[in-house]
């Protein structure tokens, strides 16, 4: 499952967004470190192919994708240096996919800011700061530890020398690793070395109740990432109500799409991840993947042994679905498509796997 940690300055609205996404009981209080242990919450992925999909097929179960929001305590300035409770903050930032960093863009007198005044920019910027030294701090102690195999045998460590070295120069000249064209190992020795700045990263706007009507609703710093604005205090009353009411008052607020289902969308996105179908035992189900998993790995997410097994696969496009009513109809017609172990599963295809036991 996706994980996504929301992150960002103490209260800048971080526990009451993450209180609205999850409908959960964060603790929400004006003062710093109140969130000490992280929240956990499964968000649904907002799919309107699904629900055509499941008007379409009637299954008895039908199962979205979802996100993990995991709720991280705020961060301050010096965390890298392990001020506040810094090495834990930092700690549950690198377990998790991607980062919502929540930026405050709200006044309010009656809640505190870290800060004399309320300035997106530079709260960015602090945290980005923290996460670069710790980065840096991290990066230095496993080149250190590597020296010695590195010269035992440089020829053979000579590519993954020349790649290290490389990031930490991009990290000391303040460059965060995630702004690099990478591609999938790079991506995956990232994590695995706990690079935080090498995550995927968005920015969540939290901004006044005053004028909030959706995407367009306020006017965006310049900021180095993807912004979704969100009033998460709107946005929790808006949870508190029944669907019809809901839909009145984002009617009346002008809020054609709620920021939840944005950003629960834009963290999907994030990832570069791609969505496929399954319909087995009357159970409609959708599949994340990355972009260009090749169909035996697709299986695999569903279980290892239809991985290892896997003969082939019956696809056909939710365009396909949509037109013609269903695989029986589709097969009926011819229109099937029966692919092999190189096909790489496309966004929005309705797949059934053949695989042997």
């Not at 530890?145 to 790649?163: G, I, L, N, S, Y």
């Not at 995407?215 to 029944?242: F, N």
């Not at 396909?320 to 692919?339: A, D, I, N, P, Y």
Request: hydrophobic share 40%; net charge negative.
């Amino acid at each position: 499952m996706l994980s996504v940690g929301i992150v960002g300055l103490p209260n800048v609205g971080k526990s009451t967004l993450f209180n609205a996404l999850t409908a959960g009981h964060a603790n929400v209080s004006n003062y710093p470190f109140t969130t000490i242990d992280s929240n956990l919450g499964v968000v649904p992925v907002p799919d309107p192919r699904l629900l055509e999909l499941e008007q379409l097929l009637d299954p008895e179960e039908c199962t979205p994708c979802t996100i993990e929001f995991i709720d991280i305590a705020g961060l301050v300035e010096g965390a890298s240096r392990g001020e506040g409770l810094g090495n834990q903050f930092l700690g549950s930032i690198r377990q998790v996919d991607a980062i919502a960093h929540v930026l405050r863009f709200f006044e309010e007198g009656d809640v505190a800011h870290v800060f004399e005044t309320v300035d997106a920019v530079r709260d960015a910027q602090v945290v980005e700061t923290e996460l670069l030294l710790s980065d840096l701090e991290v990066l230095k102690r496993a080149l250190e530890k590597r020296q010695r195999h590195w010269k035992a045998d440089p020829k053979a460590h000579a590519a993954e020398k020349e790649r290290l070295e490389h990031y930490l120069a991009k990290l000391e000249e303040g460059v965060p690793l995630r702004s690099l064209d990478l591609d999938r190992p790079a991506r995956q020795e990232l994590k695995a070395l706990g690079m935080l700045t090498g995550k995927p990263l968005l920015y969540v706007a939290n901004v006044s109740e005053e004028g909030y009507g959706g995407e367009e609703s306020v006017e965006i710093a310049d900021l180095p990432a993807r912004v979704v604005p969100i009033s998460a205090k709107i946005e929790g009353e808006l949870q508190q109500l029944e669907p019809e009411e809901r839909a009145e008052f984002m009617t009346e607020l002008g809020i054609e799409t709620s920021g939840l289902d944005r950003l629960a969308a834009a963290s999907f996105e994030l990832l570069g991840l791609i969505r496929f179908y399954t319909l087995a035992n009357r159970k409609l189900r959708a599949w994340e993947i990355e972009e260009g998993t090749v169909a035996p790995e697709a299986a695999g997410k569903i279980h290892t042994d239809m991985e290892t097994g896997f003969i082939r696969a019956q696809v056909a496009s939710f365009e396909q679905m949509q037109e013609h009513g269903g695989f029986q109809e589709l097969h009926h017609k011819g229109l099937l498509r029966t692919e092999g172990k190189e096909y790489k599963v496309q966004d929005g295809d309705v797949v059934e796997f053949l695989f042997s036991n």
